[in-house]
């Protein structure tokens, strides 16, 4: 069975730092883009990241361009976000998936929850 799994989120202060990983099982990641995305309680799904496994470029949105880094291991068929100078708006459940565009993904991760408090 096909699957991402997400881990690595938690609980940090302001100006803290996490990293989350997302692995696959049942595929590999080749020709897949990998993004991230995040859903704060209240506010519509974003999308925060990006990275392609045919060139490895990467995107990145405005709110988190400087601070995140997304990279990944093919050896390890896993995705990491690397993710520095949290905010208390970094709030959110995180989630991957297997396209940079929501609605063109395949698969999802179940998310993994990130709170940054003040």
């Known amino acids: 069975e096909a699957q991402l799994v997400e881990s690595g989120g938690g609980l940090v202060q302001a100006g803290g730092s996490l990293r989350l990983s997302c692995a696959a099982s049942?595929?590999?990641?080749?020709?897949?883009?990998i993004g991230w995305f995040r859903q704060a309680p209240g506010k519509e799904r974003e999308g925060i990241s990006c990275?392609?496994?045919?060139?490895?470029?990467?995107y990145y949105a405005d709110p988190v361009k400087d601070r995140f880094t997304i990279s990944s291991d093919n050896t390890k068929n896993t995705v990491y976000l690397q993710m520095n100078s949290l905010k208390p708006e970094d709030t959110a459940v995180y989630y991957c998936?297997?396209?940079?565009?929501?609605?063109?993904?395949?698969?999802w991760g179940q998310g993994t929850q990130v709170t940054v408090s003040s």
């Open positions: 990275i392609s496994s045919r060139d490895s470029s990467t």
């Open positions: 049942g595929f590999t990641f080749e020709g897949y883009a």
């Open positions: 998936a297997t396209h940079c565009i929501a609605t063109m993904a395949k698969y």
